[in-house]
Nanobody, 121 residues
């Protein structure tokens, strides 16, 4: 059984930082890119960042570029999202996913259950 489990969400003030983690288990994700998406109440799920299998390539949504950093530890089958200078509009449920190197959530095959991030102003 494939599992992606996110952790690290919480409540933080504007300007603060959080680091999200996503641990993969149940199978090897060799060759899979890993992505982070988020969904705010009443809004569609949106792309945040993705990282290639090797970790050599990353791509960010314009809204987070320069503030968020995605990384992965292949040996630990874990991907991270370091979020700095958080804004109220970053609030939402953050989802980890595995699939092709893409910013299209429809192309990803595996999803975690999500972790809530709330940024208070």
């Amino acid at each position: 059984q494939v599992q992606l489990v996110e952790s690290g969400g919480g409540l933080v003030q504007t300007g603060g930082s959080l680091r999200l983690s996503c641990a993969a288990s149940g199978r090897t994700f060799s060759g899979y890119a890993m992505g982070w998406f988020r969904q705010a109440p009443g809004k569609e799920r949106e792309f945040v960042a993705t990282i290639s299998w090797s970790g050599g390539n990353t791509y960010y949504a314009a809204s987070v570029k320069g503030r968020f950093t995605i990384s992965r530890d292949i040996a630990k089958n874990t991907v991270y999202l370091q979020m700095n200078s958080l804004k109220a509009e970053d609030t939402g449920v953050y989802y980890c996913s595995a699939g092709p190197y893409s910013d299209d959530y429809g192309e990803y095959e595996y999803w975690g259950q999500g972790t809530q991030v709330t940024v208070s102003s």
